[in-house]
Structure formats: C-alpha cells, structure tokens
C-alpha cells in the first residue's frame, strides 16, 4: 500500500494512474497490480480513449506505452505536456537510451524499458508521486514562496509564474531541477550533484538526461525573460543559476 505521506498529499484518496497500453494482457496486469497496490486504475487501449479518459477526469501520473495503433507514444506526450503538467512514465520495449532521452525531452518524467518487475513498477510510480506531491526539498516546503528576476515559485501549489503573470507549465522533473538552483543560487552546481538530486525521479539519469531537463528548464525560463539566461553552463564544472533568490 502508499505510505501515509504520499496518501495524506493527495488528500487522503487513492492516486489515479490512467494506464494507455494496447496489449491485452499487459493492460490487465498493470491494471490489477496497481489496484491490489492502493491505486485507482484506467485503462485505454488506445489514443481515442486515452483523450477521452483524460477529458472525463483529471489523473495524478499516466503510464503510456510508446508503441500504440495509430499513434506514437512519444507523440501523445508531446501533446499532453503542451496542455497538463500532469506525471508521465513511459512504459515500452525500446529502452535504448537515444528513445529514453527524446522521452525526456518532449516532457516525460520518467521511464521503464520492458520487461520490468511489479516492484519495479510500484517503485517507479510512487517515486514519482512522492516527489510531485512532497517536492524534493522538505525545508523548502515550510516556506511558501521563492522569488528570483521577477519569477515567483508558490511551493505549496509547486507552480511558477513569470514576471508578466503566466503561469508556466512545468513537468515534475523539471520543477524538481528549478528547486535544486534555487536552493543553491549563484553556485555551481555539478552533474553528479543534480543526478543525485534527480534519481527519485529519474531512475535511469544520467549526464545526458541531466543535459537534456537542463536544456528543457532554461528554454522555457528564457522564453519568458527576453532571451536572459538564468542558468549558465560553467565549463567543465556544471550549471549556476545566476540570480538572486528570496524566500517570501
């Protein structure tokens, strides 16, 4: 069963996983596995019914397989991650490391090569909805907001919003990534230190995907800051996130 934690934060109702997986078999046992296990469980055999699930109710992770009828999986997570900051972990047999990478970068949180354990699967999903509903950084919380450049963090709602207002969609992985340089501003910050803070959630990381939510993270900061770039690469060292940060 989830630990007290992860229920207590999703108030204190099972996590809904929507489960998108064309095979039989595989669909049945995801669905019964994640039931017998103290979640709710959906699943949608293909993209139709995938949007349709998604518009009937809202999900706290999906697990979507890559290799669906009619639609690729990378595809749907490009599309959901435009729309919803909603958890993703990929499920499929291409588990070679260029499929984990583009994953990574259209959006997904995490991802499991086939064929993989029950326990592994468990882990997986409660890791991520541990650190989507707790937030990496248990000091942080008791605080409720981060400034820097006009940008404000609320940490209770986990969402960012820009010095003109909008509220910027940001993936698990990647508000995770923007607390850790928060906590941390105007420092370098090595590779194998931001692995260590993203291996909850990324359970295959390396220095590539680190590169990867980096790339995705300061994108989605410059395109609302006039091109400034708030995380620089030290070369040879790692990134530093170059402004000023106040705990509101």
Same mark, same amino acid.
């Given at each position: ?36 296990n103290g979640f709710r469980a959906t699943a949608a055999p293909a993209a139709p019914d995938m949007w349709r699930a998604m518009k009937e109710q809202p999900f706290d992770l999906v ?53 993989? %354990?029950?326990?592994? /699967?468990?882990? +997986?999903? =409660?890791?991520? &909805?541990?650190?989507?509903?707790? #937030? ?54 090595g590779r194998e230190r931001l692995l260590e803070l993203s291996r909850t959630r990324l359970a295959e990381a390396s220095d590539? %995907?680190?590169?990867? /939510?980096?790339? +995705?993270? =300061?994108?989605? &900061?410059?395109?609302?800051?006039? #091109? ?21």
């Amino acid at each position: 069963m989830l630990s007290n934690g992860v229920l207590s934060d999703l108030q204190d109702r099972p996590p809904e996983i929507l489960i998108v997986e064309d095979d039989p078999g595989l669909r049945v046992l995801l669905t019964r596995t994640l039931r017998e296990n103290g979640f709710r469980a959906t699943a949608a055999p293909a993209a139709p019914d995938m949007w349709r699930a998604m518009k009937e109710q809202p999900f706290d992770l999906v697990l979507l397989d890559i290799m669906l009828p009619g639609a690729n999986g990378l595809d749907l997570c490009r599309t959901i991650r435009r729309n919803s900051a909603v958890p993703i972990i990929i499920v499929s047999a291409r588990g070679d490391e260029m499929d984990r990478i583009l994953g990574l970068e259209l959006g997904a949180d995490d991802y499991i090569p086939k064929p993989f %354990s029950n326990k592994e /699967l468990l882990a +997986r999903v =409660r890791a991520v &909805l541990r650190r989507t509903t707790n #937030g990496p950084i248990e000091h942080a919380v008791a605080r409720e907001a981060l400034q820097f450049a006009g940008w404000t963090v609320d940490l209770r709602r986990r969402a960012l919003t820009s010095p003109e207002g909008a509220e910027v969609e940001l993936s698990g992985a990647e508000y995770d990534l923007l607390i850790s340089f928060l906590e941390n501003p105007q420092r370098i910050i090595g590779r194998e230190r931001l692995l260590e803070l993203s291996r909850t959630r990324l359970a295959e990381a390396s220095d590539r %995907s680190i590169d990867v /939510l980096v790339s +995705r993270l =300061r994108r989605k &900061l410059s395109d609302q800051a006039g #091109g400034r770039a708030l995380i620089r690469t030290v070369r040879g060292a790692g990134y530093m996130f170059s402004a000023k940060v106040e705990r509101a």
